[in-house]
């Protein structure tokens, strides 16, 4: 497997390195990027995944999430993976709800989306594989986070493998997409209208039926412009019914950008340090 | 307005006395313990007032909680009042949970209650005038929080005064009496068979009515043996459809017991120092 250094840069003591690769899951060239504390020249260190929500690439959380002051002190690697294959003969649509910057983390099986859009395959198997092969992480000891659109994937995938992600949190996630209009258009479109396929991707009803066995933690902004769409009401009520372990924490004032995630990332990172450890 | 002092015990730099006064509200003696932290030699301190639990008295939190090595160390008062009216001459039930010990923070309308089951102006209106009449606490820096039965006490008490009651937390509240064996039979007996009359006195139904104007804690053993009682989900529902600033915490592994409050009444009581400030 051909890794190319697109970047590295010295960041808290650590490298803040951003990396293309072929993958053989969507079919295209995909950027990630993979921070390394300093805690790295002594060995393996535990990894959090972060992934973005709809419109960003690895990008937007590398630059202005904050995450590496902390994750240095708290000795855990980042990986910020893109959110969609992206390219020329990669299907797309005017929306930006839709297509490239907005995979959903699903496997796609329908067309025009079909051919690319496997950003679950490419999240959960081929990326860990590569990063664990080529970077100092511990695959014994991954956790998974991240925001909005992301955070959905966050919840998801780990509750589908918690085996594999030992620890799991999410900022302003989209909490019940079956029954939003950041879901339904999605879940529909990649996955087609019969909406039992929808059932697993959906954090409020994959609470309900299985949870997940560690702890979770879910931050969400009051005053966040899409508390509509996102539906933390659902999630919270079946997190508090299943009795998961957890803390849902609604935060007063806070919106929907990277402002409210830089504010509690370093909450997060230790929350899945100290759960990695 | 006499006040007998019934102890005083040095404790972490400062007192933990008992206390005990004929009540207006109650119509009967009332005992209560206060504890003034080391600060209080400097002048008037924040006050934090801690609800009980069915069958408790004064006591149980007094000495079982911990409260007050953190008080101590966040410089603030608190105060255990007594669950209900006590004595003979007083109505009573043979089951635990109603009469004496059960008072549920209602002033009851119904016979054989009404006479002296009246909590709630003793616990919002009588006390808090008394204990800032004669102990060196700031009327206009107020929490309050409590444990079950005393959760419930708590939070409909601040949802209904949030002027008086600048934060609020709570211990595995009884979070929705009025659709609970927890509620339905104390509700019934002191305040009629008219529901109407019951509205106020639940916090999930206040959550959804007004909710409060600032955060709200609640911490909630997952391993409680009495959740189907307390229903945290129909308040975790509530708090995040209105998007509630607060924190709603699942604590894995915890009962009902105080060593749940023990182990998180430190976060609480820091959680009102920093609003009481």
């Keep these: 497997m051909t890794l190319e250094t697109v970047s ?3 960041s808290f003591g650590g490298i803040q390195g951003v990396y293309r690769h ?10 990630f990027a993979v921070y390394l504390p300093p805690d790295t020249q002594a060995g393996k260190v535990p990894v959090l995944w972060y992934l973005s929500g709809l419109t960003c ?15 240095a002190e708290a000795g855990i690697a980042l990986v910020f993976p893109d959110t969609s294959p992206r390219g020329e003969g990669v299907a797309d649509d005017d929306a930006y709800d839709l297509g490239q910057g907005a995979g959903f983390y699903v496997n796609a099986t329908q067309n025009p989306w079909s ?18 092969d080529n970077f100092p992480v511990d695959a014994q000891a991954q956790g998974i986070t991240g925001h909005s659109m992301g955070g959905h994937g966050a919840l998801t995938i780990a509750m589908t493998h918690p085996d594999r992600y ?14 939003s209009d950041w879901g339904r258009k999605q879940l529909g479109a990649y996955l087609g209208e019969d909406r039992a396929a929808w059932q697993a991707h959906d954090s409020t009803l994959l609470m309900a039926e299985r949870g997940y066995p560690g702890e979770v ?7 966040d412009q899409f508390l509509d769409l996102l539906k933390p009401e659902t999630l919270a009520q079946a997190m508090m019914a299943r009795r998961q372990p957890g803390w849902f924490r609604m935060q007063p004032g806070y919106d929907h950008s990277y402002f409210f995630v830089n504010s509690f990332i370093g909450d997060h990172v230790f929350w899945h340090a100290e759960r990695l450890a």
């Design 8 to 10: 590295e840069n010295r």
């Design 22 to 31: 072929k993958s053989q899951a969507t079919g295209t060239d995909m950027t």
């Design 57 to 71: 690439t690895h990008e937007n959380a590398m630059t202005k999430a904050g995450a590496q002051q902390f994750a």
């Design 115 to 132: 051919p690319h859009f496997r950003m679950w395959d490419y999240i959960v198997e081929e990326l860990p594989a590569l990063v664990c």
């Design 166 to 179: 030992r620890s799991v949190s999410a900022f302003a996630p989209i909490a019940n997409p079956t029954e």
């Design 217 to 223: 933690l879910i931050d969400q902004g009051a005053s």
